[in-house]
């Protein structure tokens, strides 16, 4: 016997419906738990129990381990599982993990650093949620070299498009680098606030999400995050993360 789970997650799990999606189909009356209509907030053990969506058998993935990536994104990739420019994708970059991933939230093409794939959706949906608290740091490397008033102008509250932001932590690292760091992240905000105040970013790096960083992981390598980091993103987390030590993405 398997932990039970929620009906929604195991859509998710199975890469059927989305969270929301399956919600809808519960509502509706469209999804049955052995042979009986199904309820918003019911839990099934995914190895014992039948799940029918419209009339249709829905069966546990092979492997339930669900898998957590940390990837040094380099430039010039989309941060999407597909692009129909045909332009090169994150995702190609794991293939030999042998399962389907997708990335959590973005990185620009031209931006680069740490960036987490996963086939959780539960786990996305929470570090994508506007109330996820756990931040992320940026070095910045910029033309010209920021003045006091520019650094002032960064760390004071600043709209965009009507949005007012929430604070962003500004430290100077070297003449023309800084370090940024966000607790949300709006459409190329680091960019958007730079020119702004008339700089231009030269290069943008995430470094670290909260306290898991990049560290010394090689520009298109991958690696498996341990189970207490994703405990630490996700301390809801109740599958078996699947993890790799010996294992590093080429």
């Not at 006091?148 to 009507?162: F, H, R, V």
């Not at 929430?166 to 960019?191: C, D, F, H, S, W």
């Not at 105040?197 to 790096?205: F, Q, S, W």
Request: positive net charge; aromatic residues 6%; glycine residues 8%.
């Amino acid at each position: 016997m398997a932990e039970p789970i929620r009906l929604q997650k195991y859509f998710t799990d199975c890469g059927v419906l989305s969270r929301r999606a399956a919600e809808r189909a519960i509502a509706e009356g469209r999804v049955r738990v052995n042979g009986r209509v199904a309820a918003i907030g019911d839990r099934i053990d995914p190895l014992t129990d039948r799940v029918e969506y419209d009339g249709r058998p829905i069966l546990p993935p092979a492997d339930t381990r669900r898998h957590y990536l940390l990837l040094n994104k380099p430039r010039g990739y989309v941060t999407t599982a597909s692009d129909e420019k045909g332009r090169r994708t994150v995702t190609d970059l794991v293939r030999d993990l042998g399962t389907r991933v997708y990335p959590v939230g973005r990185l620009d093409m031209d931006s680069e650093g740490l960036l987490l794939l996963t086939d959780d959706g539960e786990f996305a949906n929470h570090l994508t949620h506007p109330r996820h608290e756990i931040p992320k740091i940026y070095h910045v490397t910029l033309s010209p070299s920021p003045t006091p008033a520019q650094l002032a102008a960064l760390a004071a509250p600043m709209q965009l498009d009507g949005y007012s932001l929430r604070p962003v932590g500004v430290k100077r690292l070297a003449e023309n680098e800084l370090e940024m760091t966000l607790y949300e992240g709006r459409n190329r905000q680091i960019r958007r606030m730079c020119e702004a105040v008339g700089l231009k970013v030269l290069r943008l790096r995430r470094v670290a999400i909260g306290r898991i960083p990049l560290g010394e992981l090689p520009v298109g390598h991958w690696r498996h995050l341990t189970r207490e980091e994703v405990l630490y993103l996700f301390p809801n987390a109740s599958d078996e993360p699947s993890i790799n030590k010996d294992k590093e993405g080429i």
